[in-house]
Every structure is written in C-alpha cells, then in structure tokens.
C-alpha cells in the first residue's frame, strides 16, 4: 500500500543550507515539476525574502548553487531556476529511484521539510537507510496510507519501531518500575540488545519529533 511521510531533513551541504544560514526569515519552496530524473541538478524555486539584491548576493556565495536564473519577480517573491554543485546533498535522487514523488519541499528553519509519496513502507527505509549513510539528519514526522482521510497515522514511526515501542510497552519496559529489561525485549524481537536499544531510541525520537516539536513549530 503508498504511503504518503512528511519528514524533516538537514545537512550542511542539502541545496541552499548555506543561504538558509545567511538570510533571517527566507522561504523557499521547490516548484512541483513532476518526477526528478536520477542525476538532475538543477530545480525551479519559489523564493520569498524583502531584498533582492541581499537574496542574488547569498546564492552567489552559496557553495551548493552553481548558477541561478531568476524567471520572475513580484515585490518580494521570485522564481528562480537554480543549477547545483556537485558537492550539493540531495535526497530527490533516492526518491526517485524507489519510485517515489516530492510532493511538496519547503524550508524550515536551516532544513528542509519534505512531503514524499512512495510506493510502500520498504521504500522510507531504503531512503532513511541513504540519509544515514550520508549522514543527513532525516526525521519521519508524519506516516500516512495514501488512501486514507487521517485515521490511521503512525506519528513518524517505522513500522520496525512501531512494533519494537508497542512491545516494549505491553511488557512493561516503560513501567515503573520495570517489569522486564532491555535483553528480554530484544530476544523477543530476535534482535541484540545493541539493535534494540537504538530502535527504541530512534522510534522515541520520532514520536517526540511528530508531537510536541512539530505541533509546537505549528502553532
């Protein structure tokens, strides 16, 4: 069944972090463009900031944009095509190959926040799997059946998270005090205690990251 995730991704080197850093209270969206051909590097962008001059200034010291063409301007908005480096991150390319779309890319803060489609849950493990090995931070904040009304989130959890979390919890792992330990719950996952242990961190961090931080940056 397609999923549909909002995750949350930073790395110094994802296309324009630099420029995020440079300018106080810049918005930049990609411009949907359908599906990303595996190699592309270069985007139409949406840009909001007051100064134009300041904007053409930062993305000329940008070491992740190679050249810009601005399309068009109206008072503090432009649309911009934007060529990027080869050092530039970019987690489009993973997304394209397990058959996936970027519905919508946004900033927030120094990352960016980024609403994928794909074809199942195997296919948001290869992906953070990619940003691990790249060392991009990649939070899943929100997990969505494609064909839903919103009944059925799972709050940013892997479906491997998910089940080590709800098993820990119906054992009594969070309990006070605790009814069962660590190496108990990994051998009924058949999992080491190492594995375990991370899963249930990890599964933690998203639950956190898709709650109380992502309702508070909302409000």
């Known amino acids: 069944m397609s999923i549909i995730a909002k995750t949350y991704i930073k790395h110094d080197r994802l296309a324009l972090v630099p420029t995020l850093k440079q300018l106080e209270g810049i918005d930049i969206r990609v411009i949907s463009h359908g599906n990303t051909a595996p190699g592309a590097t270069g985007f139409p962008f949406l840009v909001e900031y007051e100064d134009r001059t300041e904007l053409e200034r930062a993305l000329d010291e940008d070491p992740?944009?190679?050249?810009?063409e601005l399309v068009d301007w109206?008072?503090?908005?432009?649309?911009?095509?934007?060529?990027?480096?080869?050092?530039?991150?970019?987690?489009?390319?993973v997304v394209t190959e397990v058959n996936g779309f970027m519905i919508q890319t946004r900033t927030d803060g120094r990352g960016w926040v980024v609403r994928v489609l794909l074809p199942d849950r195997e296919a948001l493990n290869t992906?953070?799997?990619?940003?691990?090995?790249?060392?991009?931070?990649?939070?899943?904040?929100?997990?969505?059946?494609?064909?839903?009304?919103?009944?059925?989130?799972?709050?940013?959890?892997?479906e491997e998270q998910r089940t080590a979390l709800e098993l820990a919890y119906e054992d009594g792992y969070f309990g006070e005090p605790r009814e069962v330990s660590l190496n108990e719950v990994a051998e009924e996952l058949d999992l080491s205690s190492t594995a375990t242990s991370g899963r249930l961190r990890r599964g933690m961090g998203n639950l956190i990251s898709a709650t109380i931080i992502d309702q508070k940056s909302e409000n």
């Open 64 to 68: 992740t944009v190679s050249s810009h």
């Open 74 to 93: 109206t008072e503090e908005t432009g649309i911009y095509y934007i060529e990027h480096t080869q050092e530039t991150q970019y987690i489009s390319t």
């Open 127 to 158: 992906i953070w799997e990619y940003a691990e090995e790249h060392d991009i931070k990649f939070d899943i904040n929100e997990i969505y059946s494609s064909n839903d009304t919103g009944d059925e989130m799972y709050y940013g959890l892997t």
